[in-house]
Structure formats: structure tokens, C-alpha cells
């Protein structure tokens, strides 16, 4: 008989299944011609309530990752990486722990952990701590992270904390997030404003001002049911708020369902406990291991699992 640990993901008939799903059209970039501005506009769509709907959370807190996972995606597309982008906020909250992250293909997971009554916006959620935004392009290149001190009410006024903080960028946030009548629904929208040196011909510092000034106030006009809406196509929001600015948009991006968990690695995981914690953890013979990214449960047979070597 085939061991567990030993068993190929996709001949695992204990795995529930997890959605094969992709956005085609999940990331609208643009940009504004003769204008010191560039963004996105993220739309996950289904993917969002195959995200969401997958974990046990309050209200607020599902909103929150929603928020998170949109606002990732939406980072993530600006950067030229191989490897993942990845949100965290870490805080004395009822929700201590916040994670999103996308890899380069768009491969997007994210989960929250909540504990006690956890209600209200991202800063009561979190509470005191930090926002970490990390650039992982494996062990053989330099990994880039910017660390901010939580400050803000929503989880879009502390990445414009980041933003001045950290990068010396001028951006404009805005985030939704909320159950429909189709299932969770999460959307960016994100504006950064180009250097001079990126290449914005004959604009002087005031005119450079008064483009990026006028850019974010037409944006801040966007309604969330219009960035939450399944049938308004992205080209045709963008289109109402920004016509009139010389909209040019770009490729559109795809965006997946990307728990990147699998059994070899948990097992390899395991392996690493001592005996008499392998002991511990398991119940009836067998130890579960949960996936927090997409709440999948793996069990190995205990009999099977030897514990970290030289260990007692």
C-alpha cells in the first residue's frame, strides 16, 4: 500500500478538490498620456469567493483579506520579479496575523487569523504593529522587504503610509470589498504618480502637480458598486473616470487560484518535529496538518511519520 507522505498530489483522493480557476482579464494597467500617472485596476472576481468562502471568518475580517488580496495583486503587477510579492501586517489585534501574496504568473492566496470579537475597520482589526511588503525572488537573489509601523483607519490609508514613508512614492489607494448576491467580490484601485525621469515630456513641476492632483480627485469619484460590478467591463470604468485625461490601457493580466501547499512539503514538514511531539499532535493514530492559505486538511498515519533524527 502506497504511503501517505509518499503519495503524488493529484493521486491524493483525501484532498478536497481546489478550484482550477482563472481570471483572464484580472488586472487592467493604464496610463494617462503626457501625464505623470500609471495604474491598475484589480478586479478578482469569482476568485475572490473561492478565496474568501474557503475559511470561517467574521464579516469584517473576510472583508479585510479580500481588500488584501486585490491590493496585492495590484502591487505585485507593477514589479518586474520572478518569484512572489507578498503582503503582511503583524499587530496586537484581534486579528494578529494578515497575509496575501502573488506570484509572477498571478498565482494569488492570502489567509487572516482571527481571534475573539473581531469587528470594524483594518486599524481596530490589527491593532498596534507593522505592515511588511516583500519581494521574494528565491534563495539565490536578494530579498527586498519595506516595513512600516501600522498607522490608518483602513488598509488603504496604510499603504499611502508605506508609500511616503518608505518609498518617497506619491499613490492613491482604494480598495473594496463585500459579499454579493454572486459571493465575495474584491477590487483595487491603485495610482502612483511617474518621476519626472520616467519619461513625462514638457509637463513643469506645477503642471506635473496640477495632472497628478487632477487624476487622483477624478478617482476618488469612483463608487464601490461600480468597482464591485461583475457586469461593467474595466476599459468602460475607466473610461468614465478618466476619458477626458488621455487614458491609454494596457495588456490586461491574468490572476489564479494559487495555494501552492502540497503533501510532500507538509510531510517534509512533519519530519522535522521531534518523536515525542509527533506523538502529541496526533489523535486516533493519525496527525492533521491544515493548509491556512486554503483550509484543506492532509493527514498522515503516525505509524508512518518518523520524527526529526537524534531527537528525543
Known amino acids: 500500500m502506497t504511503r501517505p507522505s509518499e503519495t503524488p498530489d493529484f493521486l491524493n483522493h483525501d484532498r478536497p478538490p481546489v478550484p482550477a480557476m482563472v481570471v483572464p482579464r484580472a488586472i487592467m494597467p493604464f496610463h494617462l498620456d503626457g501625464r505623470p500617472v500609471?495604474?491598475?485596476?484589480?478586479?478578482?472576481?469569482?476568485?475572490?469567493?473561492?478565496?474568501?468562502?474557503r475559511h470561517d471568518l467574521p464579516e469584517d475580517v473576510s472583508r479585510l483579506l479580500g481588500q488584501a488580496l486585490a491590493l496585492t495583486a495590484g502591487l505585485a503587477a507593477a514589479l518586474k520579479f520572478r518569484g512572489s510579492f507578498s503582503l503582511q501586517a503583524k499587530g496586537d489585534g484581534p486579528v494578529p496575523m494578515l497575509l496575501a501574496d502573488c506570484t509572477d504568473a498571478g498565482e494569488i492566496r492570502g489567509y487572516a487569523r482571527a481571534e475573539g470579537l473581531a469587528s470594524g475597520e483594518a486599524g481596530a482589526l490589527l491593532g498596534k504593529g507593522y505592515l511588511a511588503f516583500t519581494c521574494d525572488q528565491g534563495p539565490d537573489m536578494d530579498r527586498y522587504q519595506g516595513l512600516v509601523a501600522i498607522e490608518g483607519e483602513?488598509?488603504?490609508?496604510?499603504?499611502?503610509?508605506?508609500?511616503?514613508?518608505?518609498?518617497?512614492?506619491?499613490?492613491?489607494?482604494?480598495?473594496?470589498?463585500?459579499?454579493?448576491?454572486?459571493?465575495?467580490?474584491?477590487?483595487?484601485?491603485?495610482?502612483?504618480?511617474?518621476?519626472?525621469?520616467?519619461?513625462?515630456?514638457?509637463?513643469?513641476?506645477?503642471?506635473?502637480d496640477e495632472a497628478w492632483n487632477t487624476a487622483t480627485t477624478l478617482a476618488s469619484t469612483v463608487k464601490e458598486e461600480e468597482m464591485l460590478d461583475d457586469g461593467l467591463p474595466p476599459e468602460q470604468l475607466l473610461h468614465r473616470l478618466f476619458h477626458a485625461?488621455?487614458?491609454?490601457?494596457?495588456?490586461?493580466?491574468?490572476?489564479?487560484?494559487?495555494?501552492?501547499?502540497?503533501?510532500?512539503?507538509?510531510?517534509?514538514?512533519?519530519?522535522?518535529?521531534?518523536?515525542?511531539?509527533?506523538?502529541?499532535?496526533?489523535?486516533?493514530?493519525?496527525?492533521?496538518?491544515?493548509?491556512?492559505?486554503?483550509?484543506?486538511?492532509?493527514?498522515?498515519?503516525?505509524?508512518?511519520?518518523?520524527?526529526?533524527?537524534?531527537?528525543?
Not at 500609471?38 to 478565496?51: D, I, M, P
Not at 508609500?163 to 480598495?175: D, I, M, P
Not at 463585500?178 to 515630456?201: H, K, M, N, Q
Not at 502540497?262 to 514538514?269: F, I, K, N, P
Open 38 to 53: 500609471r495604474g491598475r485596476l484589480v478586479r478578482l472576481g469569482k476568485l475572490a469567493e473561492a478565496l474568501i468562502g
Open 154 to 208: 483602513t488598509l488603504a490609508e496604510m499603504t499611502d503610509s508605506y508609500f511616503r514613508t518608505s518609498e518617497q512614492l506619491q499613490a492613491f489607494v482604494r480598495l473594496a470589498c463585500r459579499r454579493t448576491p454572486e459571493g465575495w467580490r474584491a477590487t483595487a484601485l491603485i495610482l502612483e504618480r511617474v518621476a519626472a525621469e520616467g519619461g513625462v515630456d514638457g509637463l513643469g513641476d506645477e503642471e506635473a
Open 245 to 312: 485625461e488621455g487614458l491609454l490601457v494596457d495588456r490586461p493580466r491574468a490572476l489564479s487560484y494559487g495555494c501552492r501547499c502540497s503533501r510532500a512539503r507538509l510531510a517534509g514538514v512533519l519530519q522535522g518535529f521531534p518523536e515525542a511531539d509527533l506523538d502529541h499532535m496526533a489523535e486516533h493514530g493519525l496527525i492533521t496538518m491544515t493548509c491556512e492559505f486554503c483550509n484543506v486538511a492532509f493527514r498522515f498515519e503516525r505509524s508512518e511519520v518518523r520524527g526529526g533524527a537524534g531527537r528525543a
